[in-house]
C-alpha cells in the first residue's frame, strides 16, 4: 500500500528529530564562533538558516571576523562546500525523472551530511516531501542552536561545549552503522574511507589540501572505485526495495 503523502512528511520529520536534536547542541559552540566575530543573534540564526553548513559557516565566521571582501568570503564558503555537489548529483539518482525543477531546487537547499544519509536510505524513488519533513525540524533547530549559542554559549563551561560537539560523530555512526551491517561492500568501504581519510591527512601533498577538499577527492576516488568493482544491477535494487 502507498504511502499518503501526509504520513512521507511525516516519516522525514520522524528521522529528521534526532538529527535535529544533535544539530541544536553542535550549533551551539558555531554561535560562540560568530558572537567571537561580532555578529548578533539574528545574523547568526539567519546565517545558520540560509547556510545550513557547518565548515561553511566556520570558514565563513572566520574570514568575516578577518574583515575579508566578499568576494573572499564567497569563494571560502564554495570551497568548504564543494563536496555537496556530489552528494546532490547522487541524491538526484534518487529522485522520480518526473520530479519537477522546483521540487529538486528545494530539495538542494539542505543537503547536509547526515540529512543526506537518511534521504539515500529510502526506497527508490525518493519522495520530495521526505526531505521537506527532514528539514522541517533539522533547520530550524541548527539555526536556533546557532542563535542560542551567540547569546549564551559563553556561559557554559568549555568541557561541556567539547562534549556536545560529540553528538556530530554520533549523528555520523548513526547514518553508517545500519546499511554497513547489511551490506559487505558497504562495510568495506566504510572502513577503508576510514583509513584513506587519516591517511590523507598525514600524506605530504594532501594533508596540505583542505578538509572539504580532501573528502571531495576521497569521495570521487573510492566511489569510482566502487563503481568499477561491484555494480549494482538496476533491477535487483528495485525488486530488493519493493
Do not use: C
Amino acid at each position: 500500500m502507498t504511502e499518503t503523502k501526509r504520513r512521507v512528511f511525516l516519516r522525514g520529520m520522524k528521522h529528521g528529530l534526532p538529527i535535529g536534536l544533535g544539530y541544536l547542541a553542535v550549533s551551539f559552540a558555531l554561535g560562540i564562533a560568530a558572537k567571537n566575530a561580532g555578529m548578533t543573534a539574528f545574523q547568526g540564526f539567519l546565517m545558520s538558516w540560509v547556510g545550513m553548513a557547518s565548515a561553511g559557516e566556520y570558514a565563513a565566521i572566520t574570514v568575516i571576523g578577518a574583515g575579508a571582501s566578499y568576494w573572499e568570503m564567497a569563494l571560502v564558503t564554495l570551497v568548504a562546500n564543494a563536496r555537496y555537489l556530489l552528494m546532490s548529483f547522487a541524491l538526484s539518482q534518487r529522485l522520480s525523472p518526473d520530479t519537477s525543477l522546483l521540487h529538486r531546487l528545494a530539495i538542494g537547499y539542505s543537503v547536509t551530511d547526515e540529512l543526506f544519509g537518511i534521504a539515500v536510505a529510502q526506497p527508490k524513488p525518493l519522495e520530495p516531501l521526505y526531505s521537506y519533513g527532514s528539514y522541517a525540524v533539522a533547520v530550524p533547530m541548527w539555526a536556533a542552536g546557532t542563535a542560542l549559542g551567540i547569546v549564551v554559549g559563553n556561559i557554559l563551561p568549555a568541557r561541556v561545549l567539547s562534549a556536545l560537539s560529540v553528538a556530530l560523530f554520533g549523528m555520523f555512526l548513526a547514518v553508517i552503522i545500519p546499511p554497513a551491517r547489511k551490506n559487505r561492500v558497504v562495510l568495506l568501504f566504510v572502513l577503508l574511507s576510514f583509513g584513506a581519510s587519516f591517511a590523507a591527512s598525514r600524506l605530504p601533498w594532501l594533508s596540505a589540501l583542505s578538509s572539504g577538499t580532501r573528502v571531495i577527492v576521497l569521495t570521487v576516488l573510492l566511489a569510482g572505485i566502487a563503481a568499477l568493482a561491484f555494480p549494482v544491477d538496476e533491477e535487483e535494487e528495485a525488486s530488493s526495495e519493493a
